[in-house]
């Protein structure tokens, strides 16, 4: 059995380019898993092996790589940097015992790295920080560490000093060692020689060391005393002490260099080994009760003599079929198995499992606890699935998705591309959880949904290239909901007499605003049984149907109340169906007298900018609706939070890079639902009924 304390599953995450892919190509190349190393540039590297990421340049999915270093055995998923993806980084820390947050040395801590760095906090995530890029102009890396402090809230603990700037960067210096790391300009990462620190860097390092020891000792009193006396800690116990602290997220021990040209990768895999805990020291997973998802009480103890419990965290389709990633938490798991699906209740039989090398594979016969693994062709299974022993059945706590917020309708160019385009959807939806797909009934459109322009683009792309779909795709369009703003009172009877039994059921009701983000909720006062209990189900059934249409331009309502008080009822011909007939009139008679009101979705938007172009930013911000939240000025630009109408952001990263001349950069997530000025409830309307004219 393989020994758990060498295992390390950790992610690679940060902001579009900051470099990450090309810190996985170099852990890589470094481990003997690759002997050419692809750059990103070109298109090349090992991760990023969908046509689109290389095209673009960008990481679309999570790859999942398995390499080997001093002994040590290195699960590393790479994980996307835009916010349209950001559900693929939030799922593969779901599933992670630590990370590292790649940082550009001239962009410093960028609007996504805050968003992922917020996940990492949510999912706590035991982290290393690597400050990439140092060679690179402007790139200064004391500046990003204070970054770190003010705009992350972190405290990064400086492991190792560059040695030169820019063009002059060759090195780096160990702080806890006292050694210089000096490469030669073959750019080959094992030219390195280890040298005295340089004598103008003396005085630095000897600042750093003893803020390190400081910071290091807190984390055992017994030190912490004998240091306060004079005693110089031994490196073997400052390790401990870092290695603590990381866990408990005390801090965060942070390194510089170049993965590009090489140098500084080796002290990086050595922290992995040395600080990022291994998966039997990470607080287990906590089980969930299947019905409610509330916590149990108990947890997925890491540990191979334990039932199986693992956890599905991504789905892909690739040359080779179906693959479900999995990471197996306890237990284990071999080939011939047959295993539980929680979520469905359904067994299944494993059938081969392997491990993944981006998108070359290694055919295993077992794997245990710790393991991050792929099984090829399993059925019903979805992301955030629990796999488990059919003995023991057990529910892992389950992920959480964004709900989309913009989508887009697409039809085949031709006849024969519907059924193509189905099986293909099909197999994307189960990718991914933020892309959803619906048919509209009319119209006989597909509607994409998803989390941005970049999102469904990329979808587009895939289905056009990967399944060879030919579509047509109509103009993004936003996901309003409606609302009410007044209580009503109100009665409805439905009656009808056609020869034999007839139909009869009154309500007596109330309807009023819920609370936010309430949704739906249904109580009945009814007392001296003028509608017999056994019709309330079917009252609330014919209600909650209705919720999904909006009396304003059919779309879905949110946050109402509704009380029925009073009615009436006939002995032979009230029935369920009766009552739920009435409550569906009863909505449409009445939520036009509780002023429905259309409800848009607002993006929390967090834009960069050179100093020079801030007023033009907030002008345009303004001109969209938006609300100024915040202002901060960092040393490369400006940063400006603002709430825009999800409306008005459609093609914005064009006019952002017009106005800032190509250096603007922004992110954007969903914030929440707000009310739509008359004006533009006006024309969303009139262009809901045009639509609905044309079909």
């Known amino acids: 059995m393989a020994d758990l304390s060498k295992y390390r599953n950790i992610g690679i995450f940060a902001h579009v380019d900051a470099g990450k892919t090309t810190t996985t190509e170099r852990i890589l190349k470094l481990t003997g898993k690759i002997h050419k190393t692809g750059e990103v540039h070109d298109g090349e590297s090992t991760t990023d092996f969908m046509e689109q990421e290389a095209e673009r340049g960008i990481t679309i999915q999570s790859a999942a790589v398995t390499c080997e270093w001093d002994g040590h055995r290195l699960n590393v998923i790479d994980t996307p940097g835009h916010v349209d993806f950001t559900v693929e980084v939030y799922r593969s820390l779901k599933v992670l015992d630590g990370g590292i947050g790649v940082f550009c040395g001239s962009g410093g801590v960028e609007p996504q790295s805050e968003t992922n760095w917020r996940y990492a906090n949510d999912s706590e995530v035991a982290r290393l920080i690597f400050v990439n890029k140092l060679d690179r102009m402007g790139a200064d890396f004391f500046n990003v560490v204070d970054q770190v402090k003010n705009v992350l809230g972190a405290n990064p603990l400086v492991m190792t000093l560059p040695i030169g700037r820019e063009d002059d960067f060759v090195g780096v210096v160990d702080v806890l060692n006292r050694k210089a790391y000096v490469w030669d300009d073959t750019g080959l990462p094992e030219n390195y020689e280890i040298q005295d620190v340089p004598a103008d860097m003396i005085d630095d390092l000897e600042q750093y060391r003893e803020e390190l020891v400081e910071t290091a000792v807190e984390q055992d009193d017994d030190l912490m005393e004998a240091y306060m006396e004079g005693e110089e800690p031994s490196i073997e116990d400052l390790k401990r002490c870092i290695r603590k602290g990381t866990r408990d997220l005390a801090f965060f021990p942070t390194f510089c260099g170049s993965a590009f040209k090489n140098k500084g990768m080796q002290l990086i895999l050595d922290a992995v080994v040395d600080y990022l805990p291994a998966p039997a020291e990470v607080d287990p997973q906590p089980l969930t009760d299947p019905e409610t998802g509330e916590p149990t009480g108990e947890v997925a103890t890491v540990s191979a003599d334990e039932p199986l419990k693992a956890l599905a965290f991504k789905i892909m389709d690739d040359r080779f079929g179906a693959l479900t990633f999995v990471r197996i938490y306890s237990g284990r798991l071999k080939k011939g198995d047959t295993i539980l699906n929680s979520a469905t209740g359904k067994t299944e039989r494993i059938g081969r499992m392997c491990e993944m090398q981006a ?297 952002l890079r017009t106005i800032t001349s190509g250096r603007g950069q922004f992110s954007m997530e969903f914030g929440q639902y707000a009310p739509c000025p008359q004006n533009v409830a006006e024309q969303v309307i009139a262009e809901v009924k045009e639509r609905n004219e044309k079909k």
């Open 359 to 655: 998108d070359e594979r290694n055919e295993l016969t077992e794997a245990q606890a710790g393991d991050i693994i792929a099984i090829v062709g399993m059925k019903n299974v979805q992301t955030g699935h629990t796999l488990c022993d059919p003995k023991h059945e057990c529910t892992l706590e389950a992920m959480i998705f964004p709900e989309p917020v913009i989508s887009i309708a697409v039809s085949p160019k031709d006849k024969g591309g519907s059924e193509k385009m189905g099986i293909a959807i099909g197999k994307m939806v189960a990718e991914d959880p933020s892309f959803q797909v619906e048919t509209d009934e009319e119209s006989g459109e597909t509607i994409l949904k998803g989390m941005g322009e970049l999102h469904l683009d990329i979808k587009v792309d895939i289905l056009k290239r990967t399944y060879g779909v030919e579509l047509e795709v109509g103009a993004p369009q936003v996901a309003y909901r409606e609302t009410i703003t007044q209580a009503v009172e109100d009665s409805y009877t439905h009656k009808k007499q056609s020869g034999g039994s007839g139909q009869f059921g009154k309500i007596d009701y109330r309807i009023k605003p819920g609370e936010a983000n309430s949704g739906f909720t249904f109580k009945s006062t009814v007392v001296g049984g003028n509608v017999p209990k056994e019709f309330w189900p079917a009252v609330e059934k014919g209600f909650a149907s209705m919720m999904d249409t909006g009396v304003l331009a059919g779309f879905p309502t949110l946050d109402v109340e509704v009380e029925l008080f009073d009615g009436g009822f006939h002995a032979v011909d009230s029935s369920a169906i009766a009552y739920e007939i009435a409550a569906k009139g009863a909505f449409r008679q009445s939520m036009p007298k509780a002023g429905a009101q259309l409800l848009e979705p607002i993006m929390n938007v967090d834009v960069f900018t050179p100093e020079d172009n801030v007023g033009d930013v907030i002008g345009d911000l303004n001109r969209r609706r938006g609300m100024i939240k915040d202002q901060q000025a960092g040393t490369t630009g400006v940063r400006i939070k603002a709430d825009v109408p999800l409306s008005e952001m459609f093609g914005y990263i064009g006019h």
